[in-house]
């Protein structure tokens, strides 16, 4: 079996997870005043689709360990870790850059120079806007371009715990599963006790709780279902099943995204000022 078998589905799954943070987005822009009750229910019901970033962050945990894993208790040959994390930025990365400087210069044009943009700018390319609520968005007018940072560090988290993992015994992989689990919320508590400066917006609900450490914590135990999805796998000799999949994400993390949405309503602001 190919330990690079992707999970049956996945295509179908990060196309729904993309129409979800779209139809999210455009629904914020939508006006809550004179709305019948179905039509409210509805606005609240989309308001919840922000859980597909959670799915984003599954489908990146599982799939870019699923290798490791196959190969670890299959005892075949492990992937290449450098392979793999160029290949993972040279898919991200291109498209990414290019929208990120084409809407940086949209900003410039349209707004003129501001105080710090160019740092936010830097902070964007290198994947470290997460360290500041000044940096959280990378620009004004394109705010989804945070989730990037947040992904690349969990890719980087994903492949230390694999390298780590296959360089001991198998008995000490819970062991090392909770090191790593108390090294993150511990990172997590100091992180959100510095003090960082309360700008307006949207930033202002997410920073500092939003953090790679937290996140981390969510790619950590998408790690572990897909050791259990691949020690079941090589039990059962059948294909790993996206429907399992779907129930472990509805059971267990949709809670964590659950928001109490009011008719006030209100559209998320990315800009700083």
């Known amino acids: 079996m190919s330990q690079a078998r992707p999970l049956a589905g996945f295509n179908g799954l990060r196309a729904l997870a993309c129409l979800s943070v779209l139809f999210y987005h455009l629904n914020q822009h939508r006006s809550v005043t004179n709305l019948s009750e179905w039509n409210w229910d509805l606005y609240?019901?989309?308001?919840?689709?922000?859980?597909?970033?959670?799915?984003?962050?599954?489908?990146?945990?599982?799939?870019?360990?699923l290798p490791f894993w196959r190969a670890l208790l299959k005892n075949g040959t492990m992937p290449?870790?450098?392979?793999?994390?160029?290949?993972?930025?040279?898919?991200?990365?291109p498209v990414y850059y290019v929208v990120l400087i084409f809407t940086f210069i949209l900003v410039l044009g349209l707004d003129g120079p501001q105080d710090g943009m160019f740092v936010r700018l830097f902070?964007?390319?290198t994947f470290l806007s997460w360290v500041h609520p000044f940096t959280f968005f990378p620009v004004d007018i394109n705010g989804p371009l945070w989730y990037i940072s947040y992904d690349m560090m969990g890719v980087l988290?994903?492949?230390?715990?694999?390298?780590v993992l296959s360089r001991v015994r198998k008995i000490y992989i819970p062991l090392i599963f909770l090191l790593v689990s108390t090294l993150l919320i511990?990172?997590?508590?100091?992180?959100?006790?510095?003090?960082?400066?309360?700008?307006?917006?949207?930033?202002?609900?997410?920073?500092?709780?939003?953090?790679?450490?937290?996140?981390?914590?969510?790619f950590l135990i998408?790690?572990?279902?897909?050791?259990?999805l691949v020690w079941q796998e090589k039990k059962t000799r059948?294909?790993?099943?996206?429907?399992?999949?779907?129930?472990?994400?509805?059971?267990?993390?949709?809670?964590l995204f659950s928001l109490d949405h009011t008719r006030s309503g209100g559209s998320p602001v990315y800009t700083l000022s």
């Not at 998408?222 to 050791?227: G, L, R, T």
Request: no cysteine; aromatic share 22%.
């Open 44 to 65: 609240q019901f989309t308001e919840m689709w922000p859980v597909a970033v959670s799915l984003f962050f599954i489908l990146s945990a599982v799939t870019n360990s």
């Open 80 to 93: 290449n870790i450098r392979e793999h994390l160029t290949s993972r930025f040279f898919r991200i990365a």
């Open 123 to 125: 902070s964007g390319l």
């Open 157 to 163: 988290l994903v492949m230390w715990t694999m390298y």
């Open 186 to 218: 511990w990172w997590h508590i100091v992180f959100t006790s510095l003090p960082f400066p309360v700008l307006d917006g949207i930033v202002s609900e997410w920073f500092p709780a939003y953090n790679p450490f937290i996140f981390g914590l969510h």
């Open 222 to 228: 998408w790690v572990m279902i897909a050791w259990v």
């Open 238 to 255: 059948t294909r790993l099943d996206l429907v399992r999949l779907f129930f472990y994400h509805k059971r267990y993390m949709t809670p």
